[in-house]
């Protein structure tokens, strides 16, 4: 099928009908050869990272907003523009092959219009990326709440976090030092010709090069290895389990970090991994199917103890809680786009519940590590200032003195530091 045409339906389904990115791309992808398949993604994750940007241009070119029934046409005119505006296919071509998918989507009308949107846009490019570049907010392809939110919290380096959010991040891994070390599996892949290098900040952290598929992994199906970004890797080794503990982890799906407590402690504790969503409650049993590890999967909400608690106090709670996902901006764009500022109370709420609930279900001298991908101080540093500040039984831990900053209340991972993603920890400690 005509790639332009499968990417111009995926948009639809993201920008028009509210699905995700991850969950559109797979079908999409299915609709073309496989050597078309990464054109697709790139394409899709292209136009989506910087729709509000593309959005921006296009306006100007447009006599007036195009009807909603005409969303088709509108993500025609965006994979057009981003494929001008990229330059890696000659312009000729974008334009006419742009133009003749209004015919198979039975507008034949719009032909002419993005004909003539297209060729305006190649002669006066650069003046109409000016214009749109004024508004701050459309100059990094961010709508207005979310560039305000950002604008406020990080006033200091505000740029830096902002070129971040739309940099592509690397392909990440985690070795499973529980079966080999670093340095080995370092030299496996050299030895395939993967060009890779130690993460400066996370033990257990390489970096590839260039992504590859991961069944070209050496030891994938064995569990040598899983793909985790470097700071989601950092939850392990704060919250410090030992052999013997008994460990909750509140929010588990799709069980990276269930996964790292496992092999942290050789797979010598009791784990309980929650999620309230079934099916991907599934994707964590097959990781610990892959791994060899074992541990109790329940499909209940964490909120909810009085469903699934037994007594039994636990010595270690991993609370990965639900979140605004602005800390992963540059892996998954379409949170730009699916989040909504009015979103963001709700989910504080929902955190503050779950810290309430839980932190009852830690025994005496236990550890919770609170974790979000967030960048919003609303999620973050607030949210355990509020708790803190509530529950007399709990005490702030200073994280590893590599990680702890002065006079601070947790770690703000800002996105794209050390190439990593953006992920707030806190780790509390329950006075006996």
């Given at each position: 099928?005509?790639?332009?045409?499968?990417?111009?339906?995926?948009?639809?389904?993201?920008?028009?009908?509210?699905?995700?990115?991850?969950?559109?791309?797979?079908?999409?992808?299915?609709?073309?050869?496989?050597?078309?398949?990464?054109?697709?993604?790139?394409?899709?994750?292209?136009?989506?990272?910087?729709?509000?940007?593309?959005?921006?241009?296009?306006?100007?070119?447009?006599?007036?907003?195009?009807?909603?029934?005409?969303?088709?046409?509108?993500?025609?005119?965006?994979?057009?523009?981003?494929?001008?505006?990229?330059?890696?296919?000659?312009?000729?071509?974008?334009?006419?092959?742009?133009?003749?998918?209004?015919?198979?989507?039975?507008?034949?009308?719009?032909?002419?219009?993005?004909?003539?949107?297209?060729?305006?846009?190649?002669?006066?490019?650069?003046?109409?990326?000016?214009?749109?570049?004024?508004?701050?907010?459309?100059?990094?392809?961010?709508?207005?709440?979310?560039?305000?939110?950002?604008?406020?919290?990080?006033?200091?380096?505000?740029?830096?976090?902002?070129?971040?959010?739309?940099?592509?991040?690397?392909?990440?891994?985690?070795?499973?030092?529980?079966?080999?070390?670093?340095?080995?599996?370092?030299?496996?892949?050299?030895?395939?010709?993967?060009?890779?290098?130690?993460?400066?900040?996370?033990?257990?952290?390489?970096?590839?090069?260039?992504?590859?598929?991961?069944?070209?992994?050496?030891?994938?199906?064995?569990?040598?290895v899983s793909v985790q970004d470097a700071a989601a890797q950092l939850a392990a080794t704060f919250l410090a389990p030992k052999p013997g503990h008994r460990l909750l982890d509140a929010c588990a799906a799709p069980g990276g970090k269930t996964l790292h407590l496992l092999e942290h402690t050789h797979?010598?504790?009791?784990?309980?991994?929650?999620?309230?969503?079934?099916?991907?409650?599934?994707?964590?049993?097959?990781?610990?199917?892959?791994?060899?590890?074992?541990?109790?999967?329940?499909?209940?909400?964490?909120?909810?103890?009085?469903?699934?608690?037994?007594?039994?106090?636990?010595?270690?709670?991993?609370?990965?809680?639900?979140?605004?996902?602005?800390?992963?901006?540059?892996?998954?764009?379409?949170?730009?786009?699916?989040?909504r500022d009015s979103d963001v109370a709700p989910l504080a709420a929902q955190q503050q519940r779950l810290l309430e609930v839980l932190w009852p279900l830690l025994a005496p001298g236990g550890m919770l590590l609170y974790v979000t991908c967030s960048l919003l101080p609303e999620e973050n540093v607030?949210?355990?200032?509020?708790?803190?500040?509530?529950?007399?039984?709990?005490?702030?831990?200073?994280?590893?003195?590599?990680?702890?900053?002065?006079?601070?209340?947790?770690?703000?991972?800002?996105?794209?530091?050390?190439?990593?993603?953006?992920?707030?920890?806190?780790?509390?400690?329950?006075?006996?």
């Open positions: 099928m005509n790639v332009r045409l499968v990417v111009v339906r995926l948009l639809q389904r993201v920008l028009a009908e509210g699905v995700s990115l991850s969950d559109a791309l797979p079908h999409a992808q299915s609709q073309v050869v496989e050597k078309d398949q990464a054109r697709v993604q790139a394409l899709s994750f292209g136009v989506i990272r910087w729709h509000y940007r593309l959005q921006a241009i296009l306006n100007q070119c447009l006599q007036k907003p195009l009807k909603k029934k005409d969303q088709d046409i509108i993500s025609a005119l965006e994979l057009g523009l981003y494929e001008l505006l990229a330059g890696q296919s000659p312009a000729y071509a974008v334009i006419q092959q742009t133009a003749e998918l209004a015919r198979v989507l039975k507008k034949p009308w719009a032909v002419k219009l993005i004909n003539g949107v297209l060729r305006h846009i190649q002669r006066h490019g650069a003046e109409l990326q000016a214009q749109a570049d004024q508004d701050e907010a459309s100059r990094h392809a961010l709508p207005d709440w979310l560039y305000r939110r950002l604008a406020k919290a990080y006033a200091g380096n505000l740029n830096e976090v902002l070129e971040a959010i739309n940099a592509h991040p690397p392909m990440t891994l985690r070795v499973n030092l529980d079966r080999l070390s670093r340095q080995d599996y370092q030299s496996k892949l050299t030895e395939l010709g993967m060009h890779c290098s130690a993460h400066p900040c996370v033990a257990s952290a390489i970096v590839l090069s260039q992504p590859v598929d991961v069944s070209l992994l050496p030891g994938f199906a064995e569990g040598w797979g010598k504790c009791d784990l309980l991994a929650l999620d309230n969503d079934p099916q991907r409650l599934l994707r964590v049993g097959e990781n610990l199917s892959r791994e060899q590890y074992q541990a109790t999967l329940l499909a209940a909400d964490a909120g909810d103890p009085t469903s699934w608690f037994n007594g039994q106090c636990f010595d270690r709670i991993l609370l990965d809680a639900p979140c605004s996902g602005t800390g992963v901006l540059r892996r998954h764009p379409d949170i730009k786009i699916l989040r607030m949210q355990v200032e509020r708790f803190l500040r509530s529950e007399p039984s709990a005490q702030l831990m200073a994280l590893p003195l590599d990680w702890q900053r002065p006079n601070s209340i947790g770690r703000q991972i800002q996105i794209g530091e050390n190439d990593m993603d953006g992920f707030y920890y806190a780790r509390m400690q329950k006075c006996p």
